[in-house]
């Protein structure tokens, strides 16, 4: 079945745990899920509400931080509870927008990509994972307005419920989102 990578776009912190938490209730595993954040009192936000540690392995590195991908490494105390919820954290130097802390699948192959060596930014980098150019645009901007990204790559079959799970924790990029998904939540958008 054909997979979607599907973004929940939010304003603070506790928004964005609300939403990776009911995921992982889903069936996504930490290792499924990315978030970029460019505040980084929020990323503490989201730290403090977790109940997962990190063990920090030699060097002050994170569990996992940068793995297979070559993303800078991340000290424990930087990501704390974000990397215990999810996987493979690290920072990454995105042109216009600056430093990103970025986790995740998603966040490793846009290290992989070189997004960090100035090649076409996030935008180009998230076209060439298949995201259309217009949302690129959009998330590039949420980006650079300090909000936090979370995406998932969901299966057909998962992807009402994914879309259902931002959508209730107050996602601000619904205008990504199917039409019929919207009207069956009966919000006005």
Known sequence: ????????VFANAQDAEMAINQLKGLGYQGEDISVFAKDKDEVKDIENHTDTDVTPEKGGRGKNAGKGAGIGAVSGGVLGGIVGLIAEAGLLAIPG???LVAA???????????????????????VGLGIPEEQAKEYEGFLKDNR??????????NQSDVYRIFISN????????????????????
Do not use: F
């Open 97 to 99: 927008i600056g430093p």
């Open 170 to 189: 107050k996602t601000e990029n619904t205008s990504m989102y199917p039409e019929e998904i919207l009207i069956t939540e009966n919000r006005t958008y």
């Open 148 to 157: 936090i990204i979370v995406m998932v790559e969901a299966n057909e079959e």
């Open 104 to 126: 995740g699948p998603i966040a490793t192959t846009l290290a992989g990509l070189g997004i960090g060596a100035g090649s076409g930014g996030i935008v180009g980098a998230l």
């Open 1 to 8: 079945m054909p997979k979607k990578i599907i973004g929940g």
